[in-house]
């Protein structure tokens, strides 16, 4: 039984920064329990400001190539807000679809190439394709459908293009909608088998819990990625967007360069585990059969089961991207143009990336030239509870030894699904 | 159908030379009509994206910043077998890109073209910025130039 570790996960990879896992315990004695990460990408704020209302949302696709519709949509909504534009019902719908095939795709991703290989005991995804190759090429078809979504809908497969104040510059076609349900249908069975993988699996997740704050968007008609107020599992009470600095509460932590976020208690969790623990209610039938299969209840509070509850999440955007589709069909796509003026403003946007709440404020002149923005995301909102959940998960198994210890650490932060260092995706190679 | 080649440029433009990759391809597809076999996409920081966007091709051209321990500004045109990746991954986030091991994996699924050309050109700046560095912008035109010239090559050329 070993009783003195010491871990330290140090990876200089990129120009900005990234996470570093750090712990010594002698003799069973913790003295060191740190997760270490610089600061999210606040220069992206500087690159907006002095930019047009109408080009907001494609720059800020750019701060990350997973949560590109996510970071479009959080803009482009808090440039609505400030010019006082109302979008129509089908825009409404069509931007939740596209929302929703970056949800598809990023929780796939995230839950078939980094999670199974860790359930798997492998390094990456690559070896699985020759020990699983029907689960592997499973997954591949249930991620690919995401990027169709974000390709037919978005315009590119990622940083999307044809969303603009008001609406969109060009709408899908009727028969591509009806192609998409096809797909979404198609995809419905490869769902189950990737839940079926996961479920077979998931006693492999550390038996780990510790009681938190969950904070997630709720809305009273559906289980929202993209509507409503804010919501904790704390309080009863909601809080409308435009007062999100109330909940974030970021203050600047010595152990850390990124700041912390902290609500009703020292941190908070955000990501689909929280939305689960509020929402779960609202999940629609094969979703909440699929909740099932895990024995996925609210109140659930060990953070591996994130990725339990993106499964059940990419079943739930799934079925509700059906229902959408039926009902933008039953109404007819209508041709609409995108139609806004500038004024001087602010607003808030407020939507639920794959990896949790995410806020963008801005403001204009009356050009319609930012002077002010404010970008808070989900990674930055989970740093203080992923560094509470290392604190509590060190003596409950440091007997483990070093080794198990240090693989279950990043296995807990790869569930938590971080955005780090996303911004910069060069190649490094040497030449053989 | 898909075209049968694709044109990939990988990288972020607001951070300087990172995005080098999407520059030369936005202006190749400027004169997208003079070639209509090919698809010019502008894949930015989308990862494992390009898994998709390669499948089913017969040739991949894909364009990136690359750290080669070359001078800033050098152009090198390479294979994935003549290089070995020398990033460290944290593995903590799907956000961490290997072009290298995208393609392994296009690979071993089957959906890789039989041609796969790398174009890596060394940065001299990455840093927050829309721009590229003085270096990078003086040689942009020869960057276009190479990248034109693959797409000249016959389809079915799989050799160095």
């Known amino acids: 039984m070993t009783k003195s570790v010491d871990i330290g996960v140090h990876h200089v990879t990129r120009v900005e920064g990234h996470g570093n896992i750090r712990v010594r315990a002698r003799d069973g004695v913790v003295e060191q329990v740190e997760w270490q990460v610089p600061e999210a990408p606040r220069f992206f704020e500087a690159m907006v400001r002095g930019q047009s209302w109408e080009d907001i949302q494609t720059i800020v696709s750019r701060i990350c190539g997973i949560c590109s519709v996510t970071h479009s949509m959080a803009a482009i909504k808090a440039v609505e807000d400030a010019m006082g534009v109302e979008v129509s019902e089908q825009t409404d719908r069509l931007r939740m679809l596209l929302h929703y095939g ?31 190759p029907e689960q592997v090429k499973t997954i591949i078809r249930a991620h690919r459908l995401g990027n169709h979504i974000m390709e037919v809908l978005g315009g590119r497969m990622t940083h999307p293009v044809t969303i603009k104040p008001g609406g969109f510059s060009k709408l899908p076609t009727e028969e591509t909608l009806r192609d998409l349900k096809q797909r979404l249908e198609a995809v419905v069975p490869d769902l189950q088998v990737i839940a079926e993988l996961v479920a077979s699996l998931a006693d492999r997740l550390p038996k780990f819990q510790r009681e938190t704050e969950y904070v997630a968007l709720t809305h009273p008609d559906h289980y929202t990625f993209y509507h409503g107020r804010i919501a904790s599992t704390d309080t009863k009470e909601t809080v409308d967007v435009h007062e999100f600095e109330s909940v974030v509460n970021e203050y600047v932590h010595p152990q850390s360069t990124a700041k912390w976020t902290r609500w009703h208690r020292e941190s908070y969790a955000v990501g689909a585990l929280a939305r689960f623990n509020i929402n779960a209610g609202q999940l629609l039938p094969l979703a909440a059969k699929t909740a099932r299969l895990f024995g996925l209840q609210r109140g659930a509070c060990n953070p591996f089961l994130n990725n339990v509850a993106q499964v059940v999440e990419t079943v739930q955007v799934v079925e509700h991207s059906i229902q959408l589709i039926d009902e933008l069909l039953t109404r007819g796509i209508r041709p609409e143009t995108p139609r806004a003026t500038p004024r001087a403003g602010e607003g808030v946007g407020c939507v639920e990336a794959p990896r949790g709440i995410l806020f963008h404020r801005y403001a204009f002149d009356e050009n319609g030239r930012c002077t002010r923005a404010n970008i808070c995301i989900p990674t930055g909102q989970n740093h203080a509870n992923i560094q509470k959940d290392f604190e509590a998960f060190v003596p409950q198994f440091l007997e483990h030894g070093q080794d198990q210890l240090r693989l279950w650490m990043e296995m807990l932060v790869r569930a938590y699904d971080p955005c780090i260092s996303c911004s910069t995706h060069y190649l490094q190679v040497e030449f053989v | 159908m898909r075209a049968p080649v694709c044109v990939v440029g990988l990288g972020n433009v607001l951070m300087g030379d990172e995005g080098v990759g999407v520059h030369v391809v936005r202006r190749l597809a400027e004169e997208a009509a003079d070639w209509p076999q090919a698809e010019f996409l502008d894949l930015g920081t989308g990862g494992l994206t390009l898994l998709h966007a390669v499948a089913g091709r017969r040739k991949a051209i894909v364009v990136d910043c690359a750290r080669m321990g070359a001078t800033a500004g050098a152009l090198r045109r390479f294979r994935a077998e003549e290089v070995r990746s020398t990033k460290m991954l944290l593995g903590a986030s799907l956000h961490e890109g290997d072009v290298l091991q995208v393609l392994t994996l296009a690979r071993r699924l089957g959906e890789a073209p039989a041609d796969v050309v790398l174009f890596g050109i060394e940065p001299a700046e990455v840093a927050f910025s829309g721009k590229l560095s003085e270096p990078l912008a003086a040689r942009f035109e020869e960057y276009v130039r190479r990248v034109r010239q693959e797409l000249v090559e016959p389809l079915g050329d799989n050799h160095a």
């Open chain 1, 102 to 132: 970056e949800q598809i795709e990023s929780h796939v991703l995230h839950v078939g190439y980094l999670v199974a290989p860790d359930l798997l005991g492998q390094k990456s995804v690559v070896p699985l394709v020759a020990s699983h």
